[in-house]
T-cell receptor, first 115, second 116 residues
Framework: TQLLEQSPQFLSIQEGENLTVYCNSS?????LQWYRQEPGEGPVLLVT?????EVKKLKRLTFQFGDARKDSSLHITAAQPGDTGLYLC???????????????FGQGTILTVHP | EPEVTQTPSHQVTQMGQEVILRCVPI?????FYWYRQILGQKVEFLVS????????KSEIFDDQFSVERPDGSNFTLKIRSTKLEDSAMYFC??????????????FGNGTRLTVT
């Protein structure tokens, strides 16, 4: 069973601060997705990282995939109240080299950004 | 933007009853999935489905669960005899192609199933 440990579970910061959320595993994933989930809604994809060492930027959000494809991080610069929400990482699992869309999710990080 | 839609948004059922959760995936998507999230726990994979067959299923997806694509638009999850521990949010997802690496999964807003 492939597990993803996401930390921290809760993060409460002031507007303008920077933060990093981590996703770690002892297993290799073919890709790593980051989602944001609002109350009463399903997860919405932010980014997919596929290549070891890959860095992707989405405005103030920077996503990194570890060289060994076992871990990932989400860094938010100058957080704003609109960034408040639940952030989920999910690793794509392969079976015999094929990914069937089975994702292993982390437990999520609840981010609160205070004005 | 096209969406995955799920109905109902909330389903309450008694233990032992059958329940069918419905999903309409995005129209040009070919791969379909069910995930669930028990309150306070991680989102968990249940099953993936393509070409009218199950591609992969988890150990959670036992004989009490089944999936079906009864027509060209709907994708359903049936739980034959619900148990209290089936209470969860059930998410349907779809993707254009196989695998999440290059074909992102689009999730619906979920059906909250409450078994009493």
């Amino acid at each position: 069973t492939q597990l993803l440990e996401q930390s921290p579970q809760f993060l409460s910061i002031q507007e303008g601060e920077n933060l990093t959320v981590y996703c770690n595993s002892s297993s290799v994933f073919s890709s790593l997705q980051w989602y944001r989930q609002e109350p009463g809604e399903g997860p919405v994809l932010l980014v997919t990282v596929v290549t070891g060492g890959e860095v992707k930027k989405l405005k103030r959000l920077t996503f990194q995939f570890g060289d060994a494809r076992k871990d990932s991080s989400l860094h938010i610069t100058a957080a704003q109240p609109g960034d408040t929400g639940l952030y989920l990482c999910a690793g794509a699992v392969t079976a015999g080299g094929t990914s069937y869309g089975k994702l292993t999710f982390g437990q999520g990080t609840i981010l609160t950004v205070h004005p | 933007e096209p969406e995955v839609t799920q109905t109902p948004s909330h389903q309450v059922t008694q233990m032992g009853q059958e329940v069918i959760l419905r999903c309409v995936p995005i129209s040009n998507h070919l791969y379909f999935y069910w995930y669930r999230q028990i309150l306070g726990q991680k989102v968990e994979f249940l099953v993936s489905f393509y070409n009218n067959e199950i591609s992969e299923k988890s150990e959670i997806f036992d004989d009490q669960f089944s999936v079906e694509r009864p027509d060209g638009s709907n994708f359903t999850l049936k739980i034959r005899s619900t148990k209290l521990e089936d209470s969860a949010m059930y998410f349907c997802a779809s993707s254009v192609a196989q695998g999440a690496d290059n074909s992102p999964l689009h999730f619906g807003n979920g059906t909250r199933l409450t078994v009493t």
